[in-house]
């Protein structure tokens, strides 16, 4: 990489990462990006309850080149929105640098690449981590990307393809050299999909050599999950994914976590109300059908590990009726009343 202090330099990479560690400065609570479930409400949710950057659903560098309109509205910003990235994925380094150009236009703070996903259908077109078995085509990518666009680039990644082929030292290497601003480490290999254990250890490894910040990503359940994962890797923030489906509360969780105060998972009164605003502000968002469709991923988590939501959950799940689902939220809260109140 004998040109790599010309490339920053015509790239103002180390402008572009003090312009990013100014924007990370202080937020530690990172929703991450997820299909189906990170749109422009949901976003909004999580922030109310504490989370300090969101990111839009991972969108295809090829249907943003191609005007698709749904993934057009995978990328929309709220009004007014901050402190949120576009991630794009693809294997094509000079789409995802026409893509990155294109979705730099909606004014995101900044533009994240896909080196993670594990999901079959992203994969199979040489997507997410199977990139992690091609560390060259990783490195195009990324410049090719970081020269495309004035706003900070990002990455995130998983350990390897494998555990007989963890290359995550020498992709995060390669991705610093390539003009990134952070790195998110998920503590899986794409083989494991989201089964096992996340391994933390590689991420207290990289964050001992990484010259730009670096995000923990995996197994963050709760404020304490969130505590011990930053004290055992000394990572600058945590990104959550699955924990925060149907939780928005989780980032409640762990800025208590990070004050040193207990945290007590909010009362159903409570729970039940931002359900029913989720609700319809989907269905505002979406439209009815899809609206309510997608809240049913989040109905089967709001109330897990309450009494009784097992039965609530199969009334809900039963109905395609947005009223039907309100009144079957409203009796249970009223049930919840009156069981507290006996």
Known sequence: MMDLGNFHLRHAV????????????????????MAGVTDMVFRELCVRHG???SYCEFVSADGVLHGNKCTRDLMELAPGERNVGIQLFGANPERLAAAAREAATLKPTLIDLNFGCPVKKVVKKNGGSALLCDTPLVERITRAVVAATELPVTAKIRLGWSTASLNYMEVCQLLEEAGVCAITIHGRTRDQLFHGTADWTPIAEVKAKAAVPIIGNGDVWSGEDYRRMRQETGCDAVMVARAAIGNPFIFEAMRAADAGQPYERPEVERVVGVILEHLDREIALKGYRVGLNRMKRHFSSYLKGYPAASELRKRVFATDDRDAVVVAFEDYRRWYRSREAA
């Open 51 to 53: 989370a300090d950057f």
């Open 14 to 33: 180390e402008a572009k990462r003090a312009t990013l560690r100014g924007v990370f400065e202080g937020r530690r609570l990172f929703l991450s990006p």
